[in-house]
């Protein structure tokens, strides 16, 4: 059903332009801004508005995260470098004064 001769097959190099240089468009007509009305401008003018503000928000957020992660981060190395200390001192403080107790119980 099928033949090979009906299968299309490239036998030969094909030269295909590549782009490897900007183009310059060589527009003669200046560029001219549509015109807007009060409407329009106001319309225009919230919804850059909004964006800008949404833009504001996500980084401001996006910072916080960081800070909060870099803060907690220090916080459980701190705590893990001085609670052992922390912990040693004051159990040689209550067992210190606990045996100071017993010896002067038995010096009486």
Do not use: C, W
Request: hydrophobic share 40%; net charge negative.
């Amino acid at each position: 059903m099928s033949d090979d001769d009906d299968i299309p097959v490239l036998t030969e190099a094909v030269d295909i332009p590549v782009l490897t240089e900007a183009v310059e468009i060589n527009s003669t007509a200046p560029f001219v801004a549509p015109a807007l009305d009060e409407f329009q401008i106001n319309e225009l003018r919230i919804r850059l508005t909004d964006s800008a503000y949404s833009l504001m928000e996500r980084l401001i957020y996006n910072a916080i995260r960081e800070m909060e992660n870099a803060l907690l981060e220090d916080l459980a190395n701190n705590l893990r470098d001085e609670l052992p200390e922390l912990i040693d001192k004051i159990l040689q403080e209550h067992l210190g004064t606990a045996d100071k107790q017993s010896k002067d119980a038995e010096n009486s």
